[in-house]
């Protein structure tokens, strides 16, 4: 007994230590997606089909373990052969169990899975996966963007998978998911959310390096907030000069510590551009709401210290420090191109900039 004083507190614990929930933004117990909902109920199914196999098997081989225990040395159990009618009854039942299993899975996966031809109805997104952020295309808007991936509610999600360096795996647990990222491989997912809100997702395959902090956001609209993205995206307001010092200062600093150099920034300045970029794309950097992969909130502080020491946000990442240790401004022109990057795309820029990190 004194095993067991030991092991159920444990088997109670470890649950909670694991920090389990059902309704959690990453629990595929509260599905928000048609095919979400399609993967739970099948898991469910199966689920309650396992109970009475469970019950079976358990309760037998505890019957046989009482009813046939050895009670004296010199006994002997009843010698038999075979039992053809029980042998008939135990294929039988597994043969029925399996078809049960089988028939929702298959036409699960030709629902889900098969391969679908993008129309005028659908959002269609190019999603590459990068050590260790998301590059987004939409091919019908010719907009680019990272990390976030907005989509209007009730919209069928087309996403076309594909690598650039590593095998990633996109996973959006509440929308279903999850397929793998594959170089020069297309992989194929759709998705469709019921209800406007936030899907937090993540890398789901080993990419090395800052892999745990390789997270997103599915944003789900309205939409007629999704087309004002798209308009906003379409034409980026670009802003040479502002009211602002200090975002000012930031925008200097951006071409000064070399920023435009591996960020594509529509709205610094008109055709200005890095070639396929090989690391996120900050256009209307206000509109987004965290920085770093979705590690951290988007506030004037987090994108400072995300600037400032990029190691200490997201341990492995490739973002340089631009600065020295002990560089006096380090903090200051951080928080400078920090409020900068912040007033892109954002109606009321200078405020909303300063607000942000108080
Ligand atoms: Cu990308 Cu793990």
């Not at 998301?134 to 594909?162: C, M, S």
């Amino acid at each position: 007994m004194r095993w067991l004083r030991r092991a159920l507190p444990a088997a109670v614990l470890a649950p909670l230590l694991a920090a389990c929930s059902l309704d959690g933004a990453q629990s595929t117990f509260s599905p928000a997606g048609e095919i979400a909902r399609d993967q739970m109920d099948l898991f469910m199914w199966t689920y309650w089909l396992s109970w009475p196999v469970m019950i079976g098997v358990f309760g037998a081989l505890i019957y046989v373990l009482f009813r046939y225990r050895r009670r004296r040395d010199d006994e002997m159990p009843v010698q038999s052969h075979g039992n053809p009618a029980l042998e008939v009854i135990l294929t039988i039942i597994p043969v029925i169990i399996v078809i049960a299993v089988a028939i929702p899975t298959v036409r699960s996966i030709f629902r889900t899975q098969t391969y679908v031809e993008p129309t005028e109805e659908d959002v269609f997104v190019h999603v590459t996966g990068y050590q260790w952020w998301w590059k987004f295309d939409y091919p019908q808007y010719g907009i680019t963007t990272a990390n976030e991936l907005h989509v209007p509610a009730g919209k069928r999600l087309v996403l076309q998978l594909n690598s650039a360096d590593v095998v990633h795996a996109f996973w959006v647990p509440r929308l279903g998911g999850k397929v793998d990222l594959i170089p020069n491989q297309d992989n194929q997912l759709w998705l469709r959310a019921d209800e406007p809100g936030i899907y937090p997702g993540q890398c789901a395959e080993l990419c090395l390096g800052a892999h745990a902090y390789m997270r997103m956001k599915v944003i789900v609209t309205e939409e007629d907030e999704f087309e004002e993205w798209v308009a906003s995206f379409q034409e980026p307001e670009v802003v040479t000069a502002s009211a602002d010092q200090q975002i000012n200062q930031g925008r200097q600093l951006m071409a000064s510590k070399g920023c435009i150099g591996c960020h594509s920034v529509d709205n610094y300045a008109e055709g200005l551009s890095v070639g396929q970029p090989i690391y996120p794309d900050l256009t209307n950097f206000g509109l987004r709401t965290s920085v770093g992969a979705a590690v951290l909130d988007a506030t004037l502080e987090n994108v400072a210290q995300w600037i400032a020491d990029p190691q200490s946000v997201k341990p492995g990442n490739r973002m340089p420090t631009l600065w020295q240790e002990d560089d006096p401004n380090r903090e200051q022109e951080a928080t400078a191109i920090a409020a900068y990057l912040l007033s892109l795309g954002a109606e009321n820029d200078a405020q909303q900039a300063s607000a942000g990190g108080n």
